[in-house]
């Protein structure tokens, strides 16, 4: 796939000041000798110089300027820009593309966040964080580093929380992270090998970050739809699973909000049971069920110890907080934790602190209330889908989390809306984020976005569809 011209751009301009052709406290040309230079418009130069500042490669001078930074730096960024392109193997051009931009405009002001999976300010509960640390901080809190696998408090708060789930497991059998995030690193870096094989759901959440991308080991995906469809033959008979590893996110899954029937997780288990390979369980939204019980966790299911469990915080109180765990086979955890302690010596001693008060005090009311305000957001969104998206596509009833995952019956031009959109002041999340089949998909949060902007949202972005045709008259290859 050809390179955006604002990305050969910014090469071009990276190779000048590496090779000396721009030096470093060099003032660069002009914006309209640029886009003379390139044979783009403004708008295109403009974009290109934004990122090179905030690779620290530019930087502005006040009523002078535009300046190549005199810092050593500016090599640094350069080459590992090229080495990351090399090593990140399996992953396309576009979802290397929007990634990168969606991390530089999140924090525009105004930008309207349509795809963000986080909670909103306002669903943080910060006055509840204030209570704790002026209640109980000044007696109680220690900042020294804490015990390898997290606060012993922490961990047996953690183990009340997942038995109400049905997961029984003991103290030493919890290593507490610093979000599921790190979870993810410490099995790369200490589970999995270069001739490993990850077995991963497409699309998903893993596809979005680089953690598991850098080891060499091979990536199979598997969509959704065709484990479901062979549930009973989901690898293959004459293929060698050994080192290898099932990642999957079975229960209110990233990005599609997709959950197995209980069949369908027992039979995932089994087969990976009999087959030798070990499962990564990622269940940090399944407390975000909105009506009824929560479906059981593979981890729930499992009587063999075969499935290394994810939980965190982060999405159902707070990302700052950066406050996970996994649970699993003690030797398994006790070697993570040992890794855990020779990479950082452990999550905030105090986040640990005041996840341990939130979780013994806080939680139950907390995520009921956060359910109602979530489902209320839910049907907002869906409701402005409904009006303004259903005669272009599709997508499933959600059941809880944050996501919608919609689906076009066409096929479209997802890049150019997605330049388009931001232009209008709406950022959106492509499908090729999360798989790259999924090149006419979108991934909607309502979680995020003011609920007041959900629904003009919604319809700005339809319009911006209308005006500019984007839509093919050919169905989808998704359909």
Request: net charge neutral.
């Amino acid at each position: 796939m050809e390179k955006p011209i604002y990305q050969k751009i910014i090469d071009d301009m990276l190779r000048d000041i590496n090779n000396g052709q721009l030096e470093v406290g060099m003032k660069i040309p002009s914006q309209r000798a640029l886009t003379q230079k390139y044979g783009v418009n403004r708008s295109t130069i403009v974009h290109v110089i934004d990122i090179l500042k905030s690779y620290g490669v530019l930087e502005s001078k006040e009523r002078k300027g535009i300046y190549v930074s005199k810092n050593k730096w500016n090599e640094y960024v350069s080459n590992n820009l090229n080495w990351q392109d090399y090593i990140g193997n399996s992953i396309n051009q576009n979802n290397q593309y929007y990634i990168r931009e969606i991390n530089r405009c999140e924090f525009i002001p105004d930008i309207v966040r349509l795809g963000t999976g986080e909670l909103s300010a306002e669903l943080i509960p910060n006055d509840a964080f204030h209570e704790i640390i002026s209640k109980d901080l000044s007696r109680q809190l220690t900042s020294n580093y804490e015990a390898p696998k997290g606060n012993i408090q922490l961990r047996q708060q953690v183990k009340e929380l997942v038995k109400k789930r049905g997961i029984e497991c003991s103290v030493e059998e919890v290593c507490i992270t610093s979000g599921a995030l790190q979870g993810l690193k410490l099995i790369a870096d200490g589970l999995l090998i270069p001739k490993s094989k990850i077995i991963v759901e497409t699309p998903s959440y893993i596809n979005s970050i680089r953690t598991w991308h850098k080891i060499h080991s091979k990536m199979i995906p598997l969509s959704v739809d065709y484990i479901r469809n062979n549930i009973h033959a989901i690898f293959k008979e004459d293929e060698d699973y050994s080192n290898s590893i099932f990642y999957c996110n079975p229960t209110l899954h990233n990005p599609t909000s997709h959950t197995y029937t209980l069949k369908e997780k027992e039979q995932i288990l089994e087969q990976c049971k009999a087959k030798g390979i070990p499962v990564v369980e990622d269940d940090i939204y399944s407390e975000l069920w909105f009506e009824g019980s929560i479906p059981k966790s593979m981890k729930e299911l499992d009587t063999s110890h075969n499935v290394l469990y994810l939980g965190s915080l982060s999405k159902t109180v707070s990302p700052g907080l950066r406050i996970g765990w996994l649970i699993g086979n003690e030797r398994v955890i006790n070697h993570l934790a040992d890794l855990k302690m020779q990479n950082d010596y452990g999550a905030s001693s105090i986040s640990q602190f005041i996840a341990t008060k939130w979780l013994a005090h806080y939680h139950e009311t907390h995520i009921e209330d956060i359910k109602r305000n979530l489902k209320r957001r839910k049907d907002m969104m869906e409701d402005a889908l409904t009006e303004a998206f259903s005669d272009i596509g599709r997508w499933s009833k959600v059941e809880g989390s944050f996501y919608i995952w919609f689906r076009f019956n066409e096929s479209i031009d997802l890049k150019r809306l997605f330049k388009l959109a931001l232009e209008e002041g709406l950022l959106i999340h492509p499908g090729e984020i999360y798989s790259e089949k999924e090149k006419h998909s979108l991934r909607f949060s309502y979680s995020y976005i003011d609920e007041h902007d959900i629904k003009e949202s919604i319809y700005k972005l339809r319009t911006i569809i209308d005006k500019e045709n984007l839509l093919n008259k050919r169905k989808s290859s998704d359909s």
